[in-house]
């Protein structure tokens, strides 16, 4: 299980950097826990996160939301993981919480962000898979893509100006929105620490998105 990437460690560099693994590592767990209740599994994963602090000795505020989420994992159990995530984005209807783009960025869902971002995954060469029931823009399927493209999975499509265009054009316009309601819902408590810890991540990859230019 990866640590959380320190504030003053490089946040984006070559994809075979341990730095760059660091970050897949990361977008591979947020595409597990947005998509489905976490196991036993990765709740044991969770709470064993590794320590990284930054050069002052001070933890950095991810290295610290990361720590909190670890913690959290530590105390809950699977059934009431399981629960949570289905009073938050779960049910018949409306969800207490939207993790789908379009909700945020249009009001509604499979609205023309989603077009948009269709456009874009056909220009990587992605196309949704019929067995997957949820539509694109859906946080985790976004999260997932973007591990690919950090992995090299994608030929020719790991490098940081694809992962770039995917981040600030898909991810960066809503996604803290998207945090923001779930750590303000009143029935959020381990998913809570996962906003939280998203929110954090988000953040950094900004940062670090944004020293390419």
Not at 42 to 65: D, F, I, N
Not at 68 to 80: D, I, P
Not at 167 to 195: G, N, S, T
């Amino acid at each position: 299980m990866p640590s959380a990437p320190s504030a003053v460690m490089p946040a984006l560099a070559d994809a075979s950097s341990p730095e760059d693994a660091d970050r897949a590592k990361v977008w591979n767990v947020l595409a597990r826990l947005y998509i489905a209740p976490p196991d036993a599994v990765l709740l044991r994963h969770l709470a064993g996160g590794v320590e990284v602090q930054a050069r002052s000795g001070e933890p950095s505020a991810l290295q610290a939301a990361w720590d909190a989420l670890a913690n959290k994992a530590g105390l809950v159990s699977q059934e009431t993981a399981r629960e949570e995530f289905e009073t938050l984005f779960g049910g018949i209807g409306r969800p207490s919480v939207y993790v789908y783009g379009s909700y945020y960025l249009a009001g509604a869902l499979h609205e023309k962000p989603l077009a948009r971002l269709r456009s874009d995954l056909q220009t990587l060469g992605l196309t949704r898979r019929q067995d997957v029931g949820e539509s694109e823009d859906h946080f985790a399927i976004l999260a997932e893509i973007m591990w690919f493209l950090s992995t090299g999975n994608i030929p020719g499509r790991q490098d940081l100006a694809h992962q770039r265009e995917l981040f600030q054009r898909h991810i960066e316009p809503w996604a803290l929105r998207m945090c923001d309601a779930i750590v303000d819902h009143p029935a959020a408590d381990f998913y809570r620490k996962v906003a939280e810890f998203t929110r954090a991540f988000l953040v950094v990859e900004q940062v670090g998105f944004d020293l390419l230019d």
